[in-house]
């Protein structure tokens, strides 16, 4: 089947550092990731659509230069949270879309828990 | 939620006993999948159900959807302990998805 690593799996930082997670696609090329953000006991909160060699789109209410996106090969995207704070602290969770868009069928990575103290 | 809301957000079964969970949505869909997730973990791909589609069954789940009441219902029959988890609807529409609120199942052996 189709898998998703995310990395790392846990993070803590100091507040105003810049903190990178990686998606990558293992055994398949994604020409679409998307980005989510988990609060506690809450849903996946769709951050942003990541597209291979172009721009990633944002959800509204998302900060484009707080969380920068880059997609720059068929297997990774990464996810930069700038200057964390405290507020930014909560579990990003990474998808991966088959570029076979009959199998519209997302495949999860196992999420990055991350603390900024 | 950005799309819509599970209901019951948490239930209690005994093993052995069926667990229906519903999602209610807002906009209109090209499929919607039901999606399971265990504490602190990504989530795991259930079943899909197209919008034209109205049951499919995989094993021991069953889905059902009702697109004029914008819903759907995930029933797990004989549940087992290791089906504790909390288990998302998501919508598919213009290449995006959107989750529900979830639903915390607890199977007590």
């Known amino acids: 089947g189709a898998v998703v690593s995310q990395h790392p799996s846990w993070v803590i930082c100091k507040s105003g550092t810049s903190v990178k997670i990686e998606c990558r696609s293992l055994?398949?090329?994604?020409?679409?990731m998307f980005w989510y953000r988990q609060f506690p006991k809450q849903s996946l909160m769709l951050m942003a659509t990541?597209?291979?060699?172009?721009?990633?789109?944002?959800e509204q209410g998302v900060e484009k230069d707080k969380f920068l996106i880059n997609h720059a090969s068929l297997t990774l995207s990464t996810l930069t949270v700038t200057s964390a704070h405290p507020e930014d602290s909560s579990f990003y969770i990474c998808?991966?879309?088959?570029?076979?868009?009959?199998?519209?069928?997302?495949?999860f990575g196992a999420g990055t828990r991350l603390s900024v103290l | 939620s950005q799309q819509g809301e599970e209901d019951p957000q948490a239930l209690s079964i005994q093993e052995g006993e069926n667990a229906t969970m519903n999602c209610s949505y807002k906009?209109?869909?090209?499929?919607l999948q039901w999606y399971r997730q265990n504490s602190g973990r990504g989530l795991v791909h259930l079943i899909l159900?197209?919008?034209?589609?109205r049951e499919k069954h995989s094993g021991r789940l069953r889905v059902t959807l009702d697109t004029s009441k914008k819903s759907s219902s995930l029933l797990i029959t004989a549940s087992r302990a290791a089906d504790t988890a909390s288990y998302f609807c998501?919508?598919?529409?213009?290449?995006?998805?959107?989750f529900g609120s979830g639903t915390k199942l607890n199977v007590k052996p």
């Open positions: 055994d398949f090329q994604a020409t679409t």
């Open positions: 990541s597209n291979e060699g172009s721009k990633a789109t944002y």
């Open positions: 998808s991966a879309r088959i570029t076979d868009r009959a199998k519209n069928i997302q495949y």
């Open positions: 906009t209109s869909i090209n499929n």
């Open positions: 159900i197209r919008s034209n589609e």
């Open positions: 998501a919508t598919h529409n213009f290449n995006k998805f959107y």
